[in-house]
């Protein structure tokens, strides 16, 4: 039997900063995430996912959620360590553990039932079911509960760079194929592109949003020029594909609408009142 050794630690402190650093890689990361959803593991994995989900599934909305994100899970550290990102090289070790401490934490959290569970408790739990099983070695140090809000933040980010990495892989290998999906992918970008320019242009910067903020600029500067690139190819391809800056803010156009409505009320009230008086008259 194969023997997996997976070494992986986490500096608990100053988790912000380094999960944040991570996100300049996050395009390999999500492509290997993707790729782990078809990795085969050990059959005992499924029975100790099963275990896993019997004794700790009232944590989550949906018992059976439990055995998912274990698999899912176990499918990850596999395809990271194939790719040797947590052994042979410490600063690549350090890239795999905080994409992992994201991961946990953007899965658990999105499926546990109550707010106050601790992901690092539930993980715990997890990991008690799956370590040194079946010649699979698997010591871990390196998760902790994400900030909530700093979690949502990452999760914006996220999901630019999952519309993004599926965008790239379109433009560099299969664009005549796809180019209908170059206007679903790109307009999927918007309303996280909106959120986040809310967030960067509220006039509260702190540190944590102004690294957000620097990350989300990295982005942008990303998806330029993918845009640039698909320019390139004529108009019958850019038509296509959403410019960030073309993207419709809801936001502003809610706002528009709630501010028209309540600056009506007082005339409306005055109208009324006119009416009201004409009609006794």
């Known amino acids: 039997m194969k023997k997996l050794y997976i070494f992986i630690y986490f500096i608990k402190s100053n988790i912000f900063i380094t999960c944040y650093l991570n996100i300049i890689h996050i395009e390999n990361y999500i492509e290997k ?3 782990a959803e078809s990795t085969d593991i050990s059959t005992t994995f499924h029975n100790e996912c099963n275990s896993f989900m019997n004794s700790s599934g009232s944590f989550f909305t949906v018992k059976e959620t439990a055995k998912i994100i274990c698999e899912r899970l176990l499918k990850l550290f596999v395809s990271l360590n194939d790719h040797k990102c947590n052994i042979e090289s410490n600063l690549e070790n350090k890239k795999c553990s905080e994409f992992l401490n994201y991961w946990v934490n953007f899965k658990l959290r999105k499926s ?3 707010e ?10 997890l990991e008690s079911q799956i370590t040194g099983v079946d010649g699979y070695n698997i010591y871990l140090n390196l998760i902790c509960d994400i900030n909530k809000d700093d979690l949502y933040k990452m999760n914006i980010l996220y999901r630019l760079y999952e519309n993004y990495t599926e965008l790239n892989d ?6 005549d194929e796809n180019k209908g999906s170059l206007l679903t992918l790109s307009t999927a970008c918007c309303p996280d592109y909106n959120e986040a320019n809310y967030i960067c242009n509220s006039g509260n910067i702190n540190n944590n949003i102004g690294t957000f903020c620097d990350k989300f600029n990295e982005f942008k500067s990303k998806y330029d020029d993918l845009y ?6 004529g ?8 410019k960030l800056e073309e993207c419709p803010n809801t936001k502003i156009i809610t706002t ?11 005339l409306l009230g005055v109208l009324y009142k006119v009416s009201e008086l004409n009609i006794k008259l």
């Not at 379109?170 to 664009?175: F, P, S």
């Not at 528009?256 to 007082?266: D, F, K, Q, R, Y």
């Open 33 to 35: 995430a993707n790729r």
């Open 235 to 242: 108009d019958d391809y850019s038509n296509n594909f959403i």
């Open 170 to 175: 379109i433009i560099e290998t299969k664009l």
């Open 256 to 266: 528009a609408v709630t501010g028209s409505i309540i600056g009506l009320m007082p």
């Open 116 to 125: 106050d569970y601790s992901v690092r408790h539930v993980y715990d739990l």
């Open 228 to 233: 640039q690139k698909v320019a390139q190819k």
């Open 112 to 114: 546990m039932k109550y």
